[in-house]
T-cell receptor, first 113, second 113 residues
Framework: DAKTTQPNSMESNEEEPVHLPCNHS???????IHWYRQLPSQGPEYVIH???SNVNNRMASLAIAEDRKSSTLILHRATLRDAAVYYC??????????????FGQGTTLQVKP | DGGITQSPKYLFRKEGQNVTLSCEQN?????MYWYRQDPGQGLRLIYY???????QKGDIAEGYSVSREKKESFPLTVTSAQKNPTAFYLC????????????FGPGTRLTVT
């Protein structure tokens, strides 16, 4: 299973954009990049995923480097409710995939009013 | 409302007792998972089930057992053989195992003294 590296913590001001980086230098061609977030004392919540192209959804955007060795989760306007631990996860897609998610320690995002 | 329920939210047991954690989903998902989370750490996979009447060990299955007699239910038993059972336990499900986002329950915090 490929590994990801994320900063332990980041701070942001409310209503400003936030860029959460993730390095995955050993990513393989079949690995998708998934992001989940976990609010305090809750289960993780799916945020977004992508393979090669940048992706947008109602929660966030995912920017993937051309060589796929890094990616950035972008929250366009941080709110206090976005304060959470953000996990960057690599998953091999396909029929042989068990669905197992390999969680690292993630990035703890603090949002200041 | 569709979702995953885990009960109870907090559970206290004496050392040496087996305890069963409940996980129910009404999302009609085939795959279900149990994860364990220790303070300040990411999640680790205990067991997973891709279909009814079938389940496989995850990375830390020792001291745990599961059953999958119904599609909507995947109970986890923490046995007295588990050396450090105090943790936050999270159940998740996905449509199928391969390539889909996982939906997590609210978790059960187990304390064994």
């Amino acid at each position: 299973d490929a590994k990801t590296t994320q900063p332990n913590s980041m701070e942001s001001n409310e209503e400003e954009p936030v860029h959460l980086p993730c390095n995955h230098s050993t990513i393989s061609g079949t690995d998708y990049i998934h992001w989940y977030r976990q609010l305090p004392s809750q289960g993780p919540e799916y945020v977004i995923h992508g393979l090669t192209s940048n992706v947008n959804n109602r929660m966030a955007s995912l920017a993937i480097a051309e060589d796929r060795k890094s990616s950035t989760l972008i929250l366009h306007r941080a709110t206090l409710r976005d304060a959470a631990v953000y996990y960057c996860i690599l998953r091999e897609e396909g029929s042989s995939n068990t669905g197992k998610l390999i969680f690292g320690q993630g990035t703890t995002l603090q949002v200041k009013p | 409302d569709g979702g995953i329920t885990q009960s109870p939210k907090y559970l206290f047991r004496k050392e040496g007792q087996n305890v069963t954690l409940s996980c129910e989903q009404n999302l009609n998902h085939d795959a279900m998972y149990w994860y364990r989370q220790d303070p300040g750490q990411g999640l680790r996979l205990i067991y997973y089930s891709q279909i009814v009447n079938d389940f496989q060990k995850g990375d830390i299955a020792e001291g745990y057992s599961v059953s999958r007699e119904k599609k909507e239910s995947f109970p986890l038993t923490v046995t007295s053989a588990q050396k450090n059972p105090t943790a936050f336990y999270l159940c998740a499900s996905s449509i199928v195992a391969a390539g889909y986002e996982q939906y997590f329950g609210p978790g059960t915090r187990l304390t064994v003294t």
